[in-house]
């Protein structure tokens, strides 16, 4: 008979921006895998650990956790599947438990973002929660006012770093740039009181945290592109509500976020930022959006506005791929596969 079992109890999954309901899917997500390893793992015993807020630095966690296997059996009756669905799951690669599962000859497969059962709720969340917007809602303005736009909250590294470089590169005012007060006293200037009214009862920066939509539409309409800093740059796997809603909202976008992101992107079957710009450097390196970002501030706007018009029929496609993981069964997740070639047909932007 084959036994699943978890660290810790059901209860102790949470999330802070309780609106948002994202406990809830974390809760749903670790029970279908916990139904799918019955069926069809060959092992005898199954440990399932959800590492979200999984602090596995402690020894007061991760000890009981070693004893427990250690208990039930060699490493030929236990498997271990590591599952993450909200934060990334590249640390874990780095930790003391890691390397002593591997060291004992432990079996280990990663379940959501993570290198062996790529699977994410996430885009089929967003989808569900905005179907009552009709998708011409989102198209660009003929005379829209921002080249881009780059929504900011927490000030991680990457995302100071980045908005540093469009300040020195002069790209400031091509844009609409958010970032937590305090920091930037030109983007405090242009954006800093800007959607007070949206706030949770999370009031630990001061943007307010917008999980589940595009934002402010008037704002959306405005702007040509969206510039995506992902919440982790050194996670190749992770892919946030950030980069969905540019593909929900058709828009072409430019991410600042490990090179990984963009290989889960192709193959979900997505046209990435390498295809909607025709340009192979669109690496997710802070510099390689700085270099496009410059030359299409220097576009006039109908330039742009008919870049966007050629774009569009990949535009489209790409959240037509969103509807599509939407209607997809959400019970069935290893070896969740979403991939399909890219429609040939469809011109590429230049």
Same mark, same amino acid.
């Given at each position: 008979m084959k036994t699943v079992h978890e660290p810790w109890p059901s209860d102790k999954i949470f999330y802070s921006a309780e609106p948002?309901?994202?406990?809830?899917?974390?809760?749903?997500?670790?029970?279908?895998?916990?139904?799918?390893?019955?069926?069809?793992? $060959?092992?005898?015993?199954n440990l399932v650990i959800n590492i979200t807020w999984f602090d596995a630095w402690d020894p007061k966690i991760t000890d009981p956790i070693q004893e427990w296997v250690l208990t039930f059996g060699r490493p030929e009756h236990i498997k271990v599947w590591i599952c993450g669905s909200v934060d990334g799951t590249d640390w874990f690669t780095h930790v003391p438990l890691y390397k002593w599962f591997n060291e004992n000859g432990y079996k280990l497969e990663f379940v959501g973002f993570g290198p062996d059962h790529w699977y994410s709720w996430i885009p089929a #969340? *967003?989808?569900s929660n905005n179907k009552h917007i009709p998708e011409q809602e989102y198209y660009l303005n003929s005379d829209f006012k921002n080249v881009y736009l780059c929504y900011n909250r927490k000030p991680r590294e990457n995302r100071i770093e980045l908005v540093n470089k469009l300040?020195?590169? $002069? @790209? *400031?005012?091509?844009? #609409?740039?958010?970032?937590?007060?305090?920091?930037?006293?030109?983007?405090?200037k242009r954006t800093g009181e800007t959607d007070q009214d949206k706030h949770t009862s999370d009031l630990r920066w001061s943007r307010p945290e917008d999980l589940m939509s595009c934002g402010d539409l008037n704002v959306w309409r405005d702007c040509y592109s969206v510039v995506?800093?992902?919440?982790? #740059?050194?996670?190749?796997?992770? *892919?946030?509500?950030?980069? #969905?809603?540019?593909?929900l909202g058709l828009r072409?976008? @430019? *991410? $600042?976020?490990h090179s990984g992101v963009t290989k889960v992107l192709s193959k979900l079957g997505l046209y990435t930022p390498a295809d909607l710009f025709e340009n192979v450097n669109l690496n997710g390196s802070i510099a390689s959006v700085v270099t496009q970002l410059t030359v299409l501030s220097l576009k006039p706007k109908e330039e742009l506005y008919a870049l966007w018009l050629k774009? @569009?029929?990949m535009l489209k496609y790409n959240r037509q791929r969103i509807l599509e993981i939407e209607a997809q069964d959400p019970n069935l997740i290893l070896n969740w596969c979403q991939a399909r070639p890219k429609p040939h047909s469809v011109p590429v932007a230049s």
């Open positions: 948002h309901s994202i406990g809830i899917k974390e809760r749903e997500f670790i029970d279908n895998i916990k139904r799918e390893v019955v069926k069809i793992s $060959n092992y005898q015993t #969340w *967003l989808a300040i020195s590169n $002069n @790209l *400031l005012d091509y844009g #609409w740039v958010t970032f937590d007060r305090g920091h930037f006293p030109e983007v405090d995506v800093t992902e919440t982790e #740059w050194s996670d190749p796997w992770q *892919l946030s509500e950030k980069t #969905w809603k540019p593909i072409p976008f @430019l *991410l $600042n976020s774009q @569009l029929p």
